[in-house]
């Protein structure tokens, strides 16, 4: 009832193992869809991207956000 490693299929992740070089037609077509994406992008681009920054950095900050936010309108207060 022993079975050994060595009698175990043996797998690859490529079907052809020289096959790892893209052709000049494949880097042509990812060119042209780079393009594409790009155009796609508006003038609001950069604003949407600093606005999901600065989601991605508050959001796991909830409280420690709300807390500095307090702070600091508690001092505005008081030195008013």
Do not use: K, Q
Request: net charge negative.
């Amino acid at each position: 009832m022993s079975a050994h490693a060595a009698n175990l299929p043996r797998w690859t992740t490529a079907s052809i193992p020289d096959a790892t070089d893209t052709t000049p037609m494949e880097l042509s077509e990812l060119g042209d869809h780079v393009e594409r994406c790009n155009g796609c992008r508006g003038r609001w681009f950069s604003v949407r991207c600093t606005v999901d920054a600065l989601h991605d950095f508050v959001a796991p900050r909830v409280i420690t956000t709300l807390f500095v936010a307090g702070a600091l309108i508690a001092l505005a207060a008081y030195a008013l």
